[in-house]
């Protein structure tokens, strides 16, 4: 049965996103790029927003089949950032488009995202089988999440299968399956952080190391939380925040929560924190009155999407976790993951309407 879309979901998106705009304007006064990064962000926020019209129109049923095709595509993209890395050294994690970016994995995160729930939905029952349920899922998505690591993006690589892992649970794959692939996922990161060395820096001031290298990296976190504090409950006032002229690294991205939290204080912490949570109750709504298992799981997956890289990326902010240089969703300024999600937002607007 059709029903109208969620307004309260689209006020929401549109309501951060125009966070995002504004902020955007104020982090990039602290680099001397205010107007610039404005008028950027303002253009990759228009583009997202005719892709989550599209989506909207296309319908998430119809998007969702087409994940399976776009995998091959996806993972060649994957590839070619591996190719860059291999000739010129160097992290290397997006393609440079003119004045555009893309970023291969934001485009990973939905299409794998599709994909889950696709399968999920045409095998049903056969989920809760290892061979004919499971391990297609591993195998399929352990590829894309392997070239993710490598590129190197263990923040991402992290985040990614986290929301795989939670579609999963919630469709019905036994517990003792799940473990199994936690406690490999657990393995595999401690031996690429402690063996391999990537990201150790980042992990040394939770581990209560206190030499140069580990005060080298606690530097954000300090930085992150004089800015949060330096706000008290109203804020210094939006634009006049000191943290972001050259203390608090990457404030237009990564630690745009702080920035807010500076400039608009507790309060606007907490309107922010407000709002992903009310974005995955509609979610969590939406995927319960959804009229078939396929967009169930799309509705799932999209609310995990958003919900999850929220969480890390404002528990990085806390100094809960160590730095992942992952964005915070509609607000923080960047091109591919912006547009993604208001593209996913789009399909789940869509699945909104779908009611049973």
Same mark, same amino acid.
Request: proline share 3%; glycine share 14%.
């Given at each position: 049965m059709r029903?109208?879309l969620?307004?309260?979901?689209?006020?929401?998106v549109?309501?951060?996103?125009?966070l995002?705009?504004?902020?955007?304007?104020?982090?990039?006064l602290?680099?001397?790029?205010?107007s610039?990064?404005?008028?950027?962000?303002?253009?990759k926020?228009?583009?997202g927003?005719?892709?989550m019209?599209i989506?909207?129109?296309?319908?998430?049923r119809?998007?969702s089949s087409?994940?399976?095709?776009?995998?091959?595509?996806?993972?060649? %993209?994957l590839?070619?950032?591996l190719?860059?890395?291999?000739?010129?050294?160097?992290?290397?994690?997006?393609?440079k488009?003119?004045p555009?970016?893309?970023?291969?994995?934001?485009v990973?995160?939905?299409v794998?995202?599709?994909?889950?729930?696709?399968?999920?939905?045409?095998?049903?029952?056969?989920?809760r089988? %290892?061979?004919?349920?499971?391990?297609?899922?591993?195998?399929?998505?352990?590829?894309?999440l392997?070239?993710?690591?490598l590129?190197?993006?263990?923040?991402?690589?992290?985040?990614?299968?986290?929301i795989?892992?939670?579609?999963?649970?919630?469709?019905?794959?036994?517990l003792?399956?799940?473990?199994?692939?936690?406690?490999?996922a657990?393995?595999?990161?401690i031996?690429?952080?402690?063996?391999f060395?990537?990201?150790?820096?980042?992990?040394l001031?939770? %581990?209560g190391?206190?030499?140069?290298?580990?005060?080298?990296?606690?530097?954000?976190?300090?930085?992150?939380?004089?800015?949060?504090?330096?706000?008290?409950?109203?804020?210094?006032?939006?634009?006049?925040?000191?943290?972001?002229?050259?203390?608090l690294?990457?404030?237009?991205?990564?630690?745009?929560?702080?920035?807010v939290?500076?400039?608009?204080?507790?309060?606007?912490?907490?309107?922010i924190?407000g709002?992903?949570?009310?974005?995955?109750?509609?979610?969590?709504?939406?995927?319960?009155?959804?009229?078939?298992?396929?967009?169930?799981?799309v509705?799932?997956?999209?609310?995990?999407?958003?919900?999850?890289?929220?969480?890390?990326?404002?528990?990085?902010?806390?100094?809960?976790?160590?730095?992942t240089?992952?964005?915070?969703?509609f607000?923080?300024?960047?091109?591919?993951s912006?547009?993604?999600n208001?593209?996913?937002s789009?399909m789940?607007?869509?699945?909104?309407?779908?009611?049973?």
């Amino acid at each position: 049965m059709r029903g109208e879309l969620d307004r309260v979901l689209l006020a929401v998106v549109v309501a951060l996103v125009a966070l995002g705009t504004v902020m955007a304007y104020s982090t990039g006064l602290g680099m001397g790029l205010g107007s610039t990064l404005f008028k950027k962000h303002l253009a990759k926020a228009a583009l997202g927003g005719i892709g989550m019209l599209i989506a909207y129109k296309l319908g998430c049923r119809r998007i969702s089949s087409w994940a399976k095709g776009l995998l091959i595509p996806m993972d060649i %993209l994957l590839l070619g950032l591996l190719a860059i890395k291999a000739i010129h050294g160097g992290t290397v994690r997006w393609y440079k488009l003119g004045p555009f970016s893309l970023q291969p994995s934001e485009v990973a995160k939905l299409v794998l995202v599709l994909y889950v729930a696709d399968f999920m939905a045409r095998k049903g029952e056969g989920l809760r089988d %290892l061979r004919r349920g499971v391990l297609p899922i591993v195998v399929v998505c352990g590829v894309s999440l392997a070239l993710i690591s490598l590129e190197p993006d263990l923040g991402t690589t992290v985040a990614l299968g986290t929301i795989l892992g939670g579609m999963l649970f919630v469709g019905g794959v036994r517990l003792k399956h799940i473990l199994v692939m936690v406690s490999a996922a657990f393995v595999t990161l401690i031996v690429v952080v402690f063996v391999f060395g990537y990201g150790k820096t980042r992990v040394l001031p939770l %581990l209560g190391k206190d030499d140069e290298e580990a005060r080298r990296a606690r530097y954000q976190m300090e930085q992150s939380l004089v800015a949060l504090g330096g706000g008290g409950v109203l804020g210094r006032g939006l634009g006049k925040g000191i943290q972001k002229h050259w203390f608090l690294p990457e404030p237009h991205t990564d630690f745009v929560f702080s920035v807010v939290g500076e400039e608009l204080g507790f309060l606007g912490t907490l309107g922010i924190l407000g709002a992903f949570v009310l974005y995955g109750l509609r979610g969590i709504n939406i995927a319960r009155r959804a009229d078939e298992t396929r967009t169930f799981f799309v509705a799932v997956g999209l609310t995990l999407m958003v919900e999850v890289y929220a969480l890390l990326n404002i528990a990085v902010a806390t100094g809960v976790l160590p730095t992942t240089g992952l964005p915070l969703p509609f607000v923080s300024y960047g091109g591919t993951s912006l547009v993604v999600n208001l593209v996913g937002s789009g399909m789940l607007l869509d699945a909104s309407r779908r009611m049973g």
